[in-house]
């Protein structure tokens, strides 16, 4: 299906493709926050590198690998899951979120076993 949709100033006039990224979401990430920012006319927001840097040390701290397979190529890849989750608190991501201290995202996390995602999933799925 063609729609033939156009908007914005002559300047910067928005085609089909663009339109379509916005409904359905397909926009490379420098596409789409160049888009926010010219359909918004903010800034486009950048990733909190706070948020990388914090999990990246808190993978490092507990051995930087799967804990089940091994997998250790990308840190985003790797994720905390609580082994009792009536243990849980809160998420080991909302913690660092927040900005909490590094005592309170430790203690959280010496809850919970390094998995991977596949790893991750296959422990929710036997659950």
């Known amino acids: 299906m063609d729609l033939n949709i156009s908007f914005g100033t002559k300047k910067n006039t928005f085609t089909n493709s663009v339109f379509c990224g916005i409904i359905c979401g397909n926009l490379r990430p420098e596409a789409r926050a160049s888009l926010n920012q010219k359909v918004e006319g903010?800034?486009?927001k950048r990733k909190d590198n706070?948020?990388?840097?914090?999990?990246?040390?808190?993978?490092?701290?507990?051995?930087?690998?799967?804990?089940?397979?091994?997998?250790?190529?990308?840190?985003?890849?790797?994720?905390?899951?609580?082994?009792?989750?009536?243990?849980?608190?809160?998420?080991?991501?909302?913690?660092?979120?927040?900005?909490?201290?590094?005592?309170?995202?430790?203690?959280?996390?010496?809850?919970?076993?390094?998995?991977?995602?596949?790893?991750?999933s296959e422990l929710h799925e036997k659950s």
């Open 42 to 44: 903010k800034k486009p």
């Open 50 to 120: 706070r948020y990388h840097k914090t999990k990246d040390k808190l993978v490092e701290t507990f051995g930087g690998k799967c804990g089940i397979c091994g997998y250790n190529k990308w840190n985003r890849a790797l994720h905390f899951h609580h082994l009792d989750p009536t243990q849980k608190d809160i998420e080991i991501s909302k913690l660092i979120t927040q900005k909490k201290p590094w005592s309170m995202i430790l203690k959280e996390a010496h809850k919970c076993i390094l998995v991977c995602a596949n790893c991750h």
